[in-house]
């Protein structure tokens, strides 16, 4: 990340910070200024002639005497954390589409390119053993078909969706509502660290510090039915928050399905109604993969598979994977020039082959051909 990118992102985290500047008005204020850099240090009656509120104004006016966005940039880029916002190239697509998506995400781990193809699963804390069996037995037949699963960390049905999805070898990603250095709750700790250990991400639009509140989980609902082309409640009372999140999918014109439960089940009454409400009713994983059009994932996914047009390309990939490896260590296992590197580098940045992850250190973005079939090719060239 260059000095000039992490003086702009300070800047979103400055705002992000403010107490009633939300998205709506985030942008309103970015139209006005252009960036937020200028906004920031602008006369606060500019705010209000925009028709932002007094109390926004005040929180503004206090935030920005208070914080020391470059401590705050620092300590963020020292816990692993990488910052994502609307301008981001590698911002998730469908994400960016919802009503109000959130101006800054935090993630820890790596969303990559097939996560677009990602199935929320979410339910209920006071789970009964056949919820359980059914969160697991879905989730590890949708990354079976590679398709990401997309929870809460929640104790209860999100839990076991997470812990299916990684037991079964695919991806998951989980939202928090709280800041990524406030896991919640604290006895899913080790499941966290499986996830980010090249196996998905932690998300939260809170930054760090930010305790689990009450009332951050709605808004952390919405980025899950916002990732995801369909969210799946497999059990739910009927004031579960799982509800919460498919009402959230609806709005944002994403598929909803629920799984039948006993009419007798306090765990079933949620999932029971929004069957009777027009919820598509899930048996299997097909179902759920057939409704979404999804069953042809993994040939998708092999189309996009990365294909070197150069022989410089074709040996940097044989030493980049999906951890990050720093452009000193791969010009030295690569064994050619540190110009022909950097410059083979960005072009395959720009061709959306790698993704610099921070610090020059670069991942593969996709999986690539297999190595023979590569070596192959350019031996007959």
């Known amino acids: 990340m260059t000095g000039k990118e992490v003086s702009d992102l300070k800047y979103w985290l400055g705002f992000n910070r403010v107490k009633g500047i939300g998205p709506a008005k985030l942008r309103l204020i970015l139209d006005q200024f252009g960036d937020l850099a200028t906004a920031w240090q602008a006369n606060p009656q500019h705010f209000a002639q925009l028709g932002i509120d007094k109390r926004a104004v005040d929180n503004f006016i206090k935030t920005r005497q208070d914080i020391d966005l470059d401590a705050q940039i620092e300590r963020t880029i020292r816990a692993g954390i990488d910052i994502i916002v609307w301008s981001s190239s590698n911002y998730p697509k469908f994400l960016k589409e919802i009503p109000s998506p959130p101006p800054v995400l935090y993630v820890k781990g790596k969303i990559l390119p097939v996560d677009e193809w990602a199935v929320a699963i979410v339910g209920t804390r006071r789970f009964t053993v056949y ?5 697991q037995e879905l989730a590890g037949a949708l990354v079976r078909s590679n398709v990401t699963i997309v929870s809460g960390l929640a104790r209860g049905i999100d839990a076991f969706a997470h812990q299916s999805a990684l037991d079964s070898g695919g991806r998951t990603i989980a939202v928090l509502g709280s800041g990524l250095d406030n ?6 700790r080790g499941l966290a660290e499986r996830i980010i250990d090249g196996n998905g991400a932690l998300i939260s639009e809170f930054g760090l510090g930010t305790p689990p509140d009450a009332g951050n989980f709605p808004a952390r609902n919405r980025i899950i039915s916002g990732l995801s082309l369909g969210v799946v409640v497999v059990e739910a009372g009927i004031r579960s928050g799982a509800l919460i999140t498919s009402s959230f999918a609806l709005e944002q014109d994403r598929e909803v399905f629920a799984v039948p439960g006993n009419v007798n089940s306090p765990a079933s009454q949620g999932t029971n109604r929004l069957i009777q409400q027009g919820a598509k009713l899930v048996r299997s994983a097909e179902d759920v993969l057939e409704e979404l059009n999804l069953t042809m994932v993994p040939q998708q996914a092999a189309v996009q598979q990365i294909v070197p047009d150069t022989a410089e390309e074709a040996l940097l990939i044989e030493h ?13 296992q690569a064994g050619i020039p540190s110009n022909l590197v950097g410059s083979t580098l960005t072009i395959m940045e720009l061709k959306g082959m790698v993704i610099q992850v921070g610090g020059m250190n670069y991942v593969l973005a996709r999986e690539p051909e297999p190595i023979y079939e590569i070596n192959s090719k350019f031996s007959q060239e």
């Open 131 to 135: 919820g359980r069996q059914i969160a």
């Open 183 to 188: 896991l919640y709750p604290a006895e899913n």
């Open 320 to 332: 980049l994977s999906q951890q990050p490896i720093h452009i000193d260590d791969l010009t030295r």
